[in-house]
């Protein structure tokens, strides 16, 4: 059990630098600004808590590549984990309570194990955390008490998932301190979208979570809902010419939850008109076949949704053909169709409540100008949708000068993206590759 001043030390090593460079990238200032950052947070833990036993954890980011809103309805979706991270200092007490410190969010909680309640008005940050705990009682895992100091520089609010980057670090922490790293990531994520289901009222599928959780870029078919099928996917095809890059549009999309829950609601009625729970259950001729009279039941919004959710799922498949047969231009070329698909059928690129405000909907359009202009790239709403943030794939050789065009029109950062192939880890347990839960050797 390393000790702060352990802790220290092993964060200035050469090993541990090069293990970091596995989780963010090459490059002296990028490795130095995350030891910075590490060493940090080790001293806001140690002033805190007073350390004794201390672990260092790391729960990435996720950027959603195609299959955009098909998992709430048991779709196919490809997905990444992103060197944007949630970083956390851990250690377990023995006073049952669990003590939680955000320096991200400046939050300073504790929920006692022995006397927990709903309280009100209590912040989104501990009434997810109280939904994690109950969701690893309810499926007979162990809890007990720990303390943790936590940072996230994964950007809030813009389709990254920062709350599932949240979740799967806490799921991380107890499944190591509690659970001997014996959980899957598959059962971690159902806890995470459990916490969301029922503290935030958030219908959210599994995609961000087991992306969060599971690390590399990875093809998920969520047919059989209980066992999900993670294939990883060989991106260098793509990586070795483009760059991922996320472009915010100005707008946040934190208080969209009626939006967002409209998608699988509407879904989810065009799949009730047919007898089915889910349009997994169906296939597009299914919906066709009855199709004037599901627009008169559900509405032709719900209609285009559901066809977008079939085009999706057949997108996906040439994606991983693609990719395994270093196709780039083809697997690019799929890309833009799902943009097109989420802007035109799925419609979640502004919301109806404010349709004078549509950062999304422009910001895409200019980008789709200024790869028109140049040839070549791939552009898409990014995430949940209806504001936030775009991806932009784009030849490495056009970076520089789409970030200048992008700036004249006021947008700045432009996040430039590193797949990682870890995703929510104990960064201890790096060192010691063979100690690692299954699911995070990838």
Known sequence: MPSIADTLQ??????????????????????NSQIERYSS???????RFNGTDVYLFSSPGRSEISGNHTDHNLGKVIAASINMDCIGVAEKNGDNKVNIKSITYNEDFTIDLSHREDLPNASGTYTLVEGILNGFEK??????????????????AAGVSSSASFEMLICAILNFL????QMDVVTCAKIGQFAENSKWDKQSGLLDQIACGHGGLISIDFKDAQH?????LNFEPVDQAYKLLIVPTGGNHADL????????????AVAGELGAKVLGELSM????SRLQEIREKAGDRAV???LHFFEENGRVEKQIKALEEGHADEFLKLVNESGNSSWKWLQNCYSNLTPETQGVSLYLAVTELFIKNNGAGACRVHGGGFAGVIMALLPKALVDSYTEYMQSFGVDPIYSIRMRKYGAVNVNLLLNDDKLPAAARN
């Open 10 to 31: 092993l964060i200035h090593s050469e090993l541990f630098r090069d293990r970091l460079s596995e989780l963010y990238g090459e490059g002296q200032e990028t490795l």
């Open 41 to 47: 947070l080790v001293h806001e833990y140690n002033e």
């Open 139 to 156: 499926k007979g895992y162990n809890i007990g008490g720990f303390n943790v100091c936590v940072t996230s520089d994964v950007i809030s």
């Open 178 to 181: 509690y659970n001997d790293n």
């Open 228 to 232: 999900p099928v993670i294939t990883s």
């Open 257 to 268: 939850s009626r939006e967002y829950s409209s998608i699988p609601s509407e879904m989810k």
């Open 285 to 288: 001729e299914d919906v066709l």
């Open 304 to 306: 285009l949704r559901a």
